[in-house]
């Protein structure tokens, strides 16, 4: 709860709230809960039906009232309105980083509060209100007459803020691109919205499961990323406007662009497996993909002397490929070192038909599958799971195309969910027919438009979704950016280059490297076939420094992006004043 802000003594406000935090408010004397979160909007997110039996248990007030992002409404605020007058004090309201309800909270007060007053209370707590000051001060001089939804009166609103290049997502992928643009042009106007304040090395997380890194090694404060010269917009994207050039924050406000780049990595759906959000991190029940649940598998892999440990893989696409297999790889071989792999009964579960997608890496694997006895389930894909009786359902495809459900017993069971695009991007102008935000494949732009570039998971883009994809993508977004804010085309090319360092034991790596078609494309010139140390000290001891002081730096070592000649246009033709005759002379 360390970050729960207090508006006034009887309100304060918060990000996502859990279970457990119900029972510190309660401890920290709160009497009363607002949730004003929609359900089922983000991973990992509790039910509000959770919520307020928890609250109920513990003799605190409860009230769901959701506010779609970007879309407060009258009736959202005179419903918090009455929320605040009937329930016992202090309160606290949330919702998925603070921003609705703080926003709730300055529309409510507006018509009898000062706007400069609010602004200031909100800039103090953490939350930027600045952008709404314009609605702020109408409420104050018509005493609330007027509308606090421009999308509920039809009016749209102009964007207050405007910068030439807005980039939606702070992570790996947004950070870099920013960094490699103000490397190019530091005088670019350049704007990240990014509603976190903590950024995670989430490549290391792997190692954090296999007792090699401590988790805390793997985030950093969200300032320490944002490149100096980058204004960061610490909010939450609830919408797109292609056409005006704008993106709509959750708050309603519009903040314009020349350049669009989209880079929210990409959405971990829990909520596709039946039963799983409810005993994840417990019940031997554990995912290397979610930062507090890493140090969870590290123990259940200690604890361990016996019994049956299931490893899923959901159907593509999903983040770096290769982590199901390797949070095995390096469980397997824990238990081989403390003599008790024999003891184990190991089997990965996979959606698809192949161990991985480049048929060049499969022998090596192979070889550590049956070096530690792993059996291999193909085509089996994880449903729903009972952490209680500790009983997984898979849905099996069988070789004549039936299907059938089966299920199996663990002791331990690592999870990777299902992924798709965050929802604001699936329901958006900007994707396409799977909901990923639909880019050409080597320039990385939107096929429908011109100023928007994605890059990172969350595009269409058929590449490895991996950290080392964005090292080469986010050079290549940037000079293209930088080209048509200039009123040229993209001249830079992306091959699909991405890559995935398996870790098969603790001291070696395959360190697979491949680009579209499967193509390998090793880094040094080496065998990347082959089980390596020297790939395992890269994974280890480099590959975070080629990440924290490298890439997002925008240091572009070995990453400089391919650019291809510079094709003249008509208009350029015309002025070559080129005779025709001679032209038609030097092709005959």
């Known amino acids: ?29 709160y009497r009363s809960v607002i949730n004003n979160r929609p359900d089922n909007e983000g991973e990992g997110q509790p039910s509000s039906a959770v ?97 606090v939804s421009t999308r509920a009166t039809g009016r749209p609103q102009r964007p207050q803020r405007q910068f030439d290049v807005v980039i939606v997502g702070g992570g790996a992928a947004g950070c870099a691109v920013a960094a490699s643009l103000l490397k190019r042009r ?14 995670y090395y989430q490549p290391g997380w792997t190692l954090v499961g296999g007792g090699v890194f401590d988790r805390r090694a793997t985030s950093r404060p969200m300032q320490e990323c944002i490149p100096k010269g980058a204004q960061w917009i610490k909010a939450a994207i609830a919408g797109f406007d292609p056409a005006g050039n704008a993106v709509l924050l959750e708050d309603g406000t519009p903040i314009g662009y020349a350049t669009l780049i989209v880079a929210p990595g990409l959405e971990l759906r829990w909520d596709l497996i039946e039963g799983l959000q409810e005993t994840l991190g417990k019940n031997g029940v554990t995912s290397n993909y979610q930062f507090d649940l890493a140090p969870y598998t590290w123990e259940l892999v200690q604890s361990l002397k016996g019994g049956t440990a299931l490893f899923t893989q959901p159907p593509m696409p999903i983040k770096c490929a290769g982590a199901p297999q390797k949070a095995m790889y390096l469980s397997c071989h824990h238990w081989e070192r403390q003599g008790i792999l024999k003891n184990m009964k190991v089997e990965l579960n996979n959606a698809g038909g192949v161990l991985f997608g480049v048929k060049e890496y499969v022998p090596a694997l192979m070889k550590y599958v049956e070096r530690y006895g792993a059996k291999l389930a193909f085509n089996s894909n994880l449903k729903s799971i009972d952490g209680k009786t500790k009983t997984a359902v898979f849905e099996v495809k069988n070789a ?23 929802a604001f991007i699936r329901n958006s102008p900007l994707a396409d027919g799977a909901g990923w935000v639909d880019v050409d494949a080597e320039t990385l732009r939107h096929k429908a438009y011109g100023n928007v570039f994605a890059l990172g998971d969350a595009g269409s883009t058929p590449n490895a979704k991996t950290a080392a994809a964005v090292r080469k993508q986010a050079p290549i977004v940037a000079v293209n950016v930088l080209a048509v804010l200039d009123g040229g085309n993209p001249r830079a090319i992306y091959d699909g280059y991405g890559s995935c360092p398996l870790t098969v034991e603790r001291g070696k790596v395959v360190m697979a490297e491949f680009g579209y078609g499967g193509k390998l494309l090793p880094t040094f010139p080496w065998d990347s076939t082959k089980p390596r140390w020297s790939a395992w000290f890269a994974k280890v001891s480099l590959l975070p420094w080629l990440y924290f002081d490298v890439m997002l730096k925008g240091r572009e070592w070995l990453a400089n992006p391919q650019i291809l000649p510079h094709q003249p246009q008509p208009h350029e033709a015309a002025a070559a004043c080129v005779d025709p005759n001679t032209v038609k002379t030097n092709r005959s």
């Open 1 to 29: 709860m360390e970050n729960m802000r207090r508006l006034t003594p009887f309100l304060s406000v918060s990000p996502q709230i859990s279970e457990a935090d119900i029972g510190t408010l309660a401890a920290r004397g």
């Open 51 to 147: 919520l307020e039996a928890a609250a109920k248990r513990l003799g605190l007030g409860y009230r769901h009232i959701p506010v779609v992002s970007g879309k407060v409404t009258d009736d959202d605020v005179a419903a918090f309105a009455a929320a605040m007058a009937e329930l016992r004090g202090p309160v606290l309201a949330f919702c998925r980083t603070g921003t609705r309800s703080t926003t709730l909270w300055a529309l409510n007060e507006a018509p009898r509060l000062d706007p400069a007053v609010i602004v200031g209370v909100a800039a103090d707590a953490g939350y930027d209100l600045n952008p709404l000051r314009p609605r702020l001060e109408t409420l104050w001089n018509t005493g609330g007459e007027f509308s």
């Open 186 to 199: 530091r005088d670019v106007s350049l704007a990240i919205v990014e509603p976190k304040e903590i950024h």
């Open 400 to 422: 004549d195309g039936s299907v059938e459900q089966v299920t199996k017993n663990f002791d331990m069971i690592h999870v990777v969910p299902p992924q798709s695009a965050p």
